[in-house]
């Protein structure tokens, strides 16, 4: 009986202390009770790449301690915080708002290894002549938000030598994961290091935010996320650097404006791009990235002097715009896929390059290719009576020629002489290409492998996919250059496809690996392709949609209406060519075996009768070093 008195009276114990406990964590912070949530853990993100403390850019400062600066010194009201020789040092976890002028001084936070800290920028203007103006020794993550309408600055112009040993290289730095959110103003000024840095994860989700760094103006080793935040960035190195080996950049939204004296954007892995609205100069790639570039939406716009975009690896286009007014080569990758989006391009050299495999011997000039020979062995002239036989320079410019000398090729073979002679060497032989096996030439079999950058490849391997969207390559300039170059296949299935290169070399606007094993095949999409007829390709034979090359030797004026008009005068394709050109592959759904077309150049028209899938016409066929080259199978007719 006992007994069971004794479990009644435990069981009614446990009972009231239930619901004493239910009450106190339901009323806890009327009572003054901190309720501890870790409300930036996964179970609690907002999506795979953002938390919604990540996006939480406004929060209760009631309870928060209050840091006041006051030029050589600071007040500190509240827990958490203390100043220290000029500084002030946050050592817990908690909320914090920071506002005032410290003239030279450092926020520090050095806490517990699992700390969330929160600081909010309420006009704060701190300047720094040894170290970071914030520095984050250790925490789990901190979370920087800028006050709405308020005007922030961190102005760090040098760093110690102490400090930089220890890592220590911005005017905003981060030991861990840091987040910069919220509505209000950030300058941070840093001629002696980089902008932002963290060495784990940058997340960015708010603010308008403008950098002027010496080094790189955001540099993160593990990743950096960005979204509706408005970025104003100018670097002497990287515009945005991460260099962590699996290190992802991904961008969501917002506003993003670099100019950069290297790469613009430099990935050490990936780089997503979702949206936002980015435009980049940079004075070497505008995008680099050691793995993939990811595209499915936001406008981007990028001048370079280098590639716009470059992937060791791959690029894929689902969406969004790409323009890129100015670069050396537009897009440039292993394999290049592209579903969607609108793509402009105005290369110096080539508009797309997928450059995984293909063949080449010493003596190639830039862009794998070698000097345009006419039939005679000449070289080609271009509309100026211009001879090729030197690779122009960036801009279209030809090479000085100081005291009358020709300049060195770029593999230091004896360049070719203005008649397309040679010069003659010692022992009055003539200089000749440096050909593999000891001076014998002969073309690789079509399954032989490639090597690019010391790795075997296949031509299977490198590749060029377009399946939807729109394609627009125009060069003005060059005259060795392709619109489309694959080291190994061309395959279009969909989208429209508009390239103009100048007449002029050997500017060839669709390039395939044909000699290594590639094929250019078209199964659906319309494409015009408009470039000198002197190394030009067709599509192969095993298409499925129907195209025709013509070769126009007479060539066309730049601004020439090109139109194809099927058999009732109704035009499939129309394209007012922006480059001199002489020759021109064209396709689209509409055409059919055994159907007649008008080919309209200018004054010119010719009836063609499709009797082949891939057909060529025209009075000019293709030379490839002296001989003709074989347009994927296709017959001529002059």
Known sequence: MSTNRHIDLICILVLILTVLLTVLFM???????????????????????????????????????????????????????????GNVVISSAGKYVVSGTLDDGSILVDTDNTAKVWIQLNGAELHSTRDACIRVEQADKVFLTLAEGTDNLLCSTALSEELQNTGVDAALFARDDLTVNGSGTLRIESPAGHGIAANDDLVITGGTIRVNAARDALHANDGLRIMAADLDLTAADDGVDLNGPESELYIESGKLNISAADDGISAGFNLTLAGGSISVEAEKDGISASGSVLMSGGDLTVSAADDGIHADASVAISGGK???????????????????????????????????????????????????????????????????AFPAMPGGERPALPDGELPERPDGNPPAMPDGERPAMPDGEMGRPDFPAEGEFSLPDMDTPAFVGGEETTASETWIHISGGSVTVINETARDADGLDSNGDIIISGGTVRVSLVNSGSNSALDYGSESGGRMEITGGSVIACGSYAMAEGFDSSSTQCSILYGYKRGAAAGTLMRLEDSKGNALLEYEVPCSFSSVALSCPEMQLGETYTLVIGDFAEEITLTEVSAAFGDAQSENFGGFMNWGGMSFRP
């Not at 949530?37 to 999506?47: H, K």
């Not at 795979?48 to 009201?77: C, E, H, M, P």
């Open 322 to 388: 790409v323009e890129i007014p100015a670069c050396y080569e537009g897009i440039e990758a292993v394999t290049i896929d592209i579903s969607g989006g609108d793509i402009t391009i105005y290369p110096e050299d080539d508009g797309l390059n997928a450059n995984g495999g293909g063949f080449s011997f010493g003596g190639g000039m830039p862009g794998g290719g070698m000097p345009a020979m006419q039939a005679g062995g000449e070289p080609e002239s271009s509309e100026a009576g211009e001879q090729s």
């Open 27 to 85: 009323n806890g912070e009327a009572y003054g009770i901190q309720i501890i949530v870790d409300e930036d853990a996964e179970a609690n993100e907002g999506n795979a790449y953002f938390t919604a403390n990540d996006r939480k850019g406004s929060w209760d400062t009631a309870g928060a301690t209050q840091i006041l600066l006051r030029g050589d010194r600071a007040a500190v009201s509240g827990g958490g915080a203390y100043a220290y020789d």
